[in-house]
């Protein structure tokens, strides 16, 4: 059967995006190592220009269509940062871009994707709802669909985060990343196993959303119609082609309580003195609440976003 994603497409993507996507800096955070007694290298795509690790896989998807197909601009359904980071991605390729939002997405990021130049449509809160919206605005306006993970291209353009991890810090004994719809954890998956085949690697999600956890103990899929989770980015449901990667790849889900997420959350803003979103803080969450035992490990860990609406901060 044919791979979904190798690594060859990550280097290819790695040299496509360069020059339009930051190479975000890897941070300590001294409180929580002192704590597990382990090193934690954070990965801060926090640092990305619209906020998010999304910008690569986009950017990726954009800049690999051709001339034709282009002209016809973008589309995607997005609870913000997927739908922010193609809206980014199309302006700077000079080509339209629609985004699907949930109506019940943050204030905050239905600004940013606004701003970027997007033409936003609003739909119902589900999975349904985003798939059906985007179906009709593909149809009445020919935009090339640009799927928020379930695409080998966008995973592709995710995964460079976790090669330029691995560029900076080598020898990493366990890497953990969020995992919504699974695209930044596949491309985590694909790039480790080339990179460092010994390496661990754990994905995180919230318990109101854990169905990457489910699904890969069920052996498929099992959708979570109504998942509720202070971690607005990662209430996908993971799609076929990033479940494939993550039943080859993945050793295992680790979840996690919003109210853990939203303590280390605060930490981190506190002590490393830098802005992340719950989705992103769920990866140290994972780590200081859960049974994996990293004692004396170097574990890398990629800080997925930093987009939060300051006006309704979760403490």
């Not at 597990?36 to 690569?56: H, P, S, T, Y």
């Not at 690999?64 to 601009?73: K, N, P, T, V, Y």
């Not at 989705?279 to 800080?303: C, E, Q, Y």
Request: aromatic fraction near 4%.
């Amino acid at each position: 059967m044919q791979e979904v994603l190798n690594f060859a497409d990550i280097r290819a993507a790695a040299a496509r995006i360069a020059g339009q996507v930051i190479r975000t800096p890897v941070l300590r955070c001294t409180p929580l190592e002192a704590e597990l007694d382990a090193q934690v290298f954070c990965k801060c795509e926090n640092f990305q220009e619209m906020g998010a690790f999304k910008i690569r896989g986009a950017t990726n998807a954009v800049l690999s269509l051709s001339a034709a197909a282009a002209a016809h601009g973008v589309a995607t359904h997005s609870s913000g940062n997927h739908g922010a980071a193609l809206a980014l991605a199309a302006r700077r390729r000079g080509i339209p871009a629609w985004v699907v939002m949930p109506e019940n997405s943050s204030a905050f990021k239905k600004r940013a994707v606004a701003e970027y130049g997007a033409h936003i449509i609003y739909c119902e809160p589900t999975m349904q709802g985003r798939e059906a919206a985007l179906a009709r605005c593909a149809a009445e306006t020919g935009a090339v669909v640009v799927h928020p993970f379930n695409d080998p291209v966008v995973m592709a353009g995710q995964g460079t985060a976790a090669l330029e991890l691995h560029e900076e810090i080598p020898d990493l004994d366990l890497v953990l990343t969020p995992v919504g719809g699974g695209g930044l954890l596949s491309g985590t998956a694909v790039a480790t196993r080339a990179l460092r085949p010994a390496c661990r690697i754990f994905g995180a999600e919230p318990l109101g959303a854990d169905d990457a956890w489910r699904s890969l103990r069920a052996g498929h899929i099992e959708p979570m119609a109504h998942p509720d989770t202070v971690c607005d980015g990662l209430r996908a449901t993971i799609g076929p082609l990033t479940f494939a990667v993550l039943r080859t790849h993945v050793d295992d889900i680790v979840r996690v309580a919003d109210a853990d997420i939203v303590a280390v959350m605060r930490l981190v803003w506190e002590r490393m003195k830098i802005i992340i979103e719950p989705s992103a803080a769920v990866v140290l969450a994972a780590l200081d609440t859960t049974p994996v035992a990293v004692k004396g490990l170097r574990v890398g860990v990629i800080l997925s976003g930093g987009n939060v609406d300051l006006d309704h901060l979760p403490w």
